[in-house]
C-alpha cells in the first residue's frame, strides 16, 4: 500500500531506496547500524521483557531492529515508507524463518490511526532527524503504545559537536555513513524531544548516550548525549 502522508521526505525516502539493496551488508553504508544494534537491543531489554509482547517497530528500514526483537520472542509490526526497505527486510524475513514480524508500508500517524493503545513496546530508533515533523511521530507513538507500555527513541542531538562528529566525522572523514545521510537542521536536542513526549503525558526513564571510539572503532552506551542519544519513556 502507497501511503500519501503530509510528514514525509521523498529525498529521505529515494535516499534509503538507493542503499536498499545493502541492508543487511555488515560492511556496507549499514555497517554502524549492524554495530550500535546489540547495544540498542541491551538498552531494551534492561527496561522490558520483551518475549510475548508486542512490538511496533517505526522506520524499521531492512528490518535490523524487527528481527533482533522477533528473534528474543516479541511479536513484530515494522513499518517504514520506503517499498524497497521494506522489499529487502521481507526477503530476509524469509531467510532468517522469522515468521512473527509484519512488515507495512504505512505512516505512524496512519498507524496510530488503525492501531492506537495496541504495543506493549514502541521502538523510533534513528528515525526522528529524517521526518520533516518529528512532534507528529513522537505522538503517533505514544498513541500506539498501550498503558504502561514502553516507548523507545533514539537520534541526533543539535550542537555544533554533533556536527562536528555526526556529519564531518562519520560521513566526510572516517566514511562511516554515505555523504549526505543527515541534516543538521533536523538533528534534535534531548530537551526538545522530552518536551514532545511531556505533550504526549508520557514518563521519561534512562538517558544515555551512544558514543564511538575511531582509534578502537568501537561503540559504547555511555553518560554522553552531546551527539547520539537513547532514551526511554512509559505510557502511564
Given amino acids: 500500500m502507497t501511503v500519501n502522508t503530509p510528514n514525509r521526505d521523498d529525498s529521505e525516502i529515494r535516499k534509503f531506496e538507493a542503499l536498499a539493496a545493502r541492508w543487511w551488508d555488515p560492511n556496507s553504508e549499514f555497517r554502524p547500524l549492524h554495530e550500535i544494534n546489540p547495544l540498542r537491543m541491551g538498552f531494551i531489554n534492561r527496561k522490558v521483557n520483551v518475549a510475548g509482547k508486542r512490538c511496533i517497530d517505526i522506520g524499521c528500514g531492512g528490518g535490523i531492529l524487527s528481527e533482533a526483537l522477533a528473534r528474543q520472542g516479541a511479536s513484530v509490526t515494522a513499518i517504514d515508507l520506503a517499498e524497497a526497505s521494506l522489499a529487502v527486510a521481507r526477503l ?8 512473527d514480524i509484519r512488515y507495512e508500508n504505512i505512516s505512524a500517524e496512519e498507524m496510530a490511526e488503525q492501531e492506537a493503545g495496541q504495543y506493549d513496546v514502541v521502538t523510533c530508533l534513528e528515525m526522528l532527524e529524517h ?22 527513541f533514539s537520534t541526533i542531538n543539535r550542537n555544533p559537536k554533533s556536527w562536528l562528529f555526526a556529519i564531518v566525522g562519520a560521513e ?12 543538521y537542521a533536523k538533528f534534535i536536542k534531548p530537551s526538545e524531544l522530552a518536551n514532545w513526549c511531556r505533550h504526549q503525558d508520557l514518563e521519561q526513564g534512562e538517558l544515555t548516550g551512544m558514543t564511538y571510539n575511531p582509534l578502537t572503532r568501537q561503540y559504547k552506551l555511555a553518560p554522553d548525549v552531546s551527539v547520539n542519544y537513547l532514551v526511554h519513556y512509559q505510557k502511564p
Avoid at 566526510?172 to 541534516?183: K, Q
Fill in 92 to 99: 530476509h524475513q524469509l531467510e532468517s524463518g522469522l515468521d
Fill in 131 to 152: 521526518v520533516p515533523d518529528p512532534e507528529a511521530v513522537v505522538a503517533a507513538c505514544a498513541r500506539l503504545a498501550k498503558p504502561g507500555g514502553h516507548l523507545f
Fill in 172 to 183: 566526510y572523514v572516517l566514511n562511516l555513513l554515505p555523504r549526505g545521510t543527515h541534516d
